[in-house]
């Protein structure tokens, strides 16, 4: 089984599956609307194609086309955004004064004078009109979403010609591109035109060389998020930097026929093909500049990008489309049970791939990473302003980066969170007084990192300042997955660094216990019951609160033990741990979600915030700290017992967890509930919003991360493999996952046996085994490798860069478990 196990790294074996069944999404009828189309990206622009007949509509997209302008200050009028505002710190005075009083209800109230405004908004760009001059039904319809070409495409007849679709977006050139086709000459008659939602006028012109509609447009300085009902939420200004310009350039070529252009809208007549490119731009310059370009730059910007996609030909275009993207799609590839048909392990195998077609279409190098809808919106409101919610969802959709071997789509991310460094700096001073920096539960294209809320917000969401902990847990992944020492010291030490001086001074002794605690401290939206029966959200040492910490200051201990200790924080920082608060368990045996064991006021919340040590952190863990594993256990069964994990994001989280318990058989359970309960058609993740259900990425990007969850786990020098396979998977294949210390792996199982390959990141690996497996042998280009055994694992010296290929087999009926030996290999 080991031949072909590899994708010379990922690629030829992916490349063997091709663009199967298992790579696509189809369907026989068009969308009926925007959240059922099919979504192509390049990081940068973005469109969705519903795939109507005579008349459909892509709705396109511009990554850095957001609302607004950077803050001018985000806390109260008249104050220096540079130094701590007096109000401020008298108001976190009041609100721990409350929480040690054990009055959090009074904590709650106080709470609302340290919020500032809300985020901005991302905006739709565009839509591209189309319509067909059919005049019979249409025939043999197909909708098609090609993930290993990350091609959308729509086929079907009308009065006897074969009509066809195809749309992309290019990441080398930087347009997306509409083709056009039909299989008898002359076929094509239709009219396109675009339009905006925002501020904008469209011109079309025709003429030889040059058949192009031109949009010209601003985007509002202000769009107040979609649950706000608020007069005027909609509001333009005509001064500059005072919301962004923004040009959308549409050019068109066809095979036969002509062109003419009319009341903006260009009109084609007779032809075979018509290729149509579509290049865009802001005036976003930085996000601490205002965005104040003049329109007639912007324009030319995204002019430059037209004429420089007009130079290739169609064939060309796709074919440097399809193979950038290919190098990263066919890194890894996942296959179940040997056949494709009905039911949930297909469906899996096509989650698992869509999750990296989407990330690969919403992540690119320089682009501002995904946001809660990728970088598709149709909405001048979106649903929750389609920014960055850092409480989970962002952080969510990064977890597949690294063990999903697309670390070159994380660096977004990153450069997200330098750019909030900054700002929270300011944040951390102006709110609280304090060195380093700090972000709350919102931010958006100017790096926002203050609490939201406008002094009314509910502070069991508005006023979480630990959302850098959590984001600065991706810095230290990519260097546990990557070595990069050079990126670890160069730019993630200080991101770390940074986040850790904010909490250490946030810390405080509770008087109550005597241990170090956070204060205020709210566990992300949830709220807990007082004695007198009232709902709260603001207590003192919320499990999560001080997970991240922990996590933290840990990572930096760490970190400094590669770089070299930086100003004695290695000692200070240890110092702090041995004094924070530590877990505890409550009175259902479940871990507790609030250093008190509150009743919660919503036993099945949709978050599991307290569980994060054991996933995505890793401090918890069924094998070396099992007393908390079953407490954590504990807590995900009560949790979905009453009705928790009911949205397409909190079930993928819960699906991650129960595969860190190691648990197959609820894994499987949870996945089949993703799939039942949160996926539309289409497969993209469904958020139970109302009056209906709204897309939401996290979903998506989150339940793949869940998959190479069950797969493979990982620490910098152990790999699991198989950790929690569902027994419905009886055989399968995965290719290209990533490990924590730089290793690679490619699995393959079937009939009692299980195979693995391992390119080494590291110098001495242990490889945990499936449960009821035991090793046959470890080879090395033909060498027998010797290696040590317990009764869970094997371990054996590796040399970084050489393929090692391990081979189990199922413990017989009834044998003796494995006892610690060494391996006869010599």
């Given amino acids: 089984m080991f031949a072909g196990l590899f994708t010379g790294l990922g690629a030829a074996e992916a490349n063997a599956l091709g663009a199967d069944e298992r790579n696509r999404i189809a369907a026989t009828e068009p969308a ?4 059922l189309g099919h979504p192509v990206g390049n990081g940068r622009l973005a469109a969705m194609m519903g795939g109507g007949v005579v008349r459909d509509i892509l709705s396109l997209n511009h990554d850095t086309l957001w609302s607004g302008q950077p803050d001018v200050n985000p806390g109260q009028a008249g104050v220096d955004r540079d130094h701590a505002d007096p109000r401020n710190l008298y108001a976190l005075a009041a609100v721990r004064r409350a929480v040690f009083a054990d009055d959090p209800v009074s904590a709650d109230q106080l709470s609302h004078a340290l919020q500032g405004p809300f985020s901005a908004s991302y905006a739709p760009m565009a839509d591209l009109h189309l319509e067909m001059d059919h005049r019979e039904a249409p025939q043999d319809y197909r909708r098609m979403l090609d993930l290993d070409r990350a091609v959308a495409s729509v086929t079907y007849r009308s009065g006897g010609t074969g009509f066809g679709r195809d749309l992309f977006a290019s990441h080398p050139d930087g347009v997306i591109v509409l083709r056009l086709t039909a299989d008898r000459r002359g076929m094509i008659n239709c009219r396109l035109m675009l339009t905006s939602k925002l501020r904008a006028t469209a011109t079309a012109t025709a003429q030889s060389g040059s058949n192009q509609i031109t949009l010209l447009g601003k985007a509002p300085t202000q769009s107040e998020p979609d649950y706000r009902d608020v007069p005027d939420p909609i509001r333009y200004s005509d001064s500059p930097g005072r919301g962004m310009a923004f ?15 009319s009341e903006g809208a260009l009109h084609i007549r007779g032809a075979t093909t018509a290729i149509v490119r579509i290049a865009a731009a802001t005036g976003f310059r930085r996000f601490d500049l205002a965005p104040d370009t003049p329109v007639a730059a912007v324009r030319a910007s995204a002019e430059r990008d037209l004429a420089a996609a007009r130079r290739h030909d169609y064939t060309t275009l796709v074919k440097r489309h399809v193979s ?15 056949t494709i048909g009905d039911g949930d392990t297909p469906r899996a195998e096509r989650l698992f791939q869509l999750g990296r077609y989407l990330l690969i279409a919403s992540s690119r190098a320089d682009t501002m990473p995904a946001n809660l809808q990728g970088v598709w919106n149709a909405a001048v409101r979106p649903p929750w302003s389609s920014n960055y919610t850092t409480n989970i969802n962002l952080q969510m959709n990064y977890w597949l980066a690294e063990s999903c071997n697309l670390a070159d789509c ?11 460094a900054v700002t929270g700096a300011r944040t951390a001073r102006q709110f609280y007084g304090m060195p380093g920096w700090c972000v709350h539960h ?13 002094g009314v917000g509910d502070p069991n969401w508005a006023n979480w300042p630990m959302a850098g902990p959590w984001l600065v847990q991706h810095v230290w992944d990519h260097y546990r997955f990557s070595g990069d020492r050079d990126f670890l010291k160069t730019r993630g030490f200080a991101l770390m660094r940074g986040c850790a001086e904010f909490c250490a001074a946030w810390l405080v002794r509770d008087p109550r216990s005597g ?18 029966g009232k709902s709260a959200a603001i207590s003192a040492g919320c499990t999560m609160d001080l997970a991240l910490i922990r996590e933290l200051f840990t990572n930096c201990i760490a970190a400094m033990a590669v770089i070299g200790d930086v100003d004695g924080l290695t000692v200070r920082l240890a110092g702090l741990l041995k004094q924070l608060e530590p877990y505890r368990t409550g009175r259902y045996g479940q871990l507790q979600e609030w250093a008190t064991d509150f009743a919660e006021q919503d036993p099945g919340h949709r978050h599991i915030s307290h569980l994060y040590p054991l996933y995505p952190g890793d401090a918890i863990d069924p094998v070396r700290t099992p007393a908390l594993a079953r407490a954590a256990r504990v807590s995900i069964a009560r949790r979905e017992a009453h009705g928790g994990a009911s ?5 993928a989280w819960a699906t991650a967890v129960w595969a860190r318990l190691g648990d197959g058989a609820q894994a499987g359970r949870s996945l089949s509930a993703f799939i039942a309960d949160s996926v539309a058609a289409n497969l993209l993740d469904t958020h139970p919003a109302k009056p209906r259900p709204v897309f939401q990425i996290d979903g998506n990007l989150g339940i793949t991360a869940a998959i190479a969850e069950i797969l493979l786990q990982s620490r910098e020098t152990e790999i699991a493999l198989l950790p929690a396979v569902p027994p419905q998977w009886t055989n399968g294949r995965v290719v290209g996952l990533r490990a924590r210390g730089g290793h690679e792996v490619a699995i393959a199982w079937s009939d009692g046996h299980v195979d693995a390959t391992v390119i080494a990141g590291d110098t001495r690996l242990s490889v945990r085994l499936p449960s009821g497996f035991e090793p046959l042998k470890v080879v090395q280009r033909g060498t027998i490798v010797r290696f040590e055994q317990d009764a869970q694992s094997i371990t054996f010296e590796t040399v970084k860069g050489r393929r090692y290929d391990v081979a189990l ?12 030996r060494q391996s006869d290999a010599t």
Avoid: C, K
């Fill in 32 to 35: 009926s609307e925007w959240l």
């Fill in 247 to 261: 040009a959308t350039i549409l050019s068109v070529e066809a095979d036969g026929g002509t062109i003419t252009a």
């Fill in 442 to 454: 919102n931010s958006d294209l100017w790096a926002m990192s203050n609490p939201v809320g406008a």
């Fill in 410 to 420: 994380h660096l977004p991310l990153i450069d997200h969170i330098e750019r909030l």
């Fill in 647 to 651: 949205t397409g994001w909190s079930r």
């Fill in 515 to 532: 241990h170090l605690t956070t204060a205020p401290s709210i566990s992300p939206e949830n709220l807990f019951l007082t004695a007198a």
């Fill in 809 to 820: 087999r199922r413990t017989a009926p009834g044998a003796a478990s494995s006892t610690p």
């Fill in 324 to 338: 950038d993207h290919q190098a990263l799609y066919r890194r890894a590839s996942l296959e179940l049970n040997g």
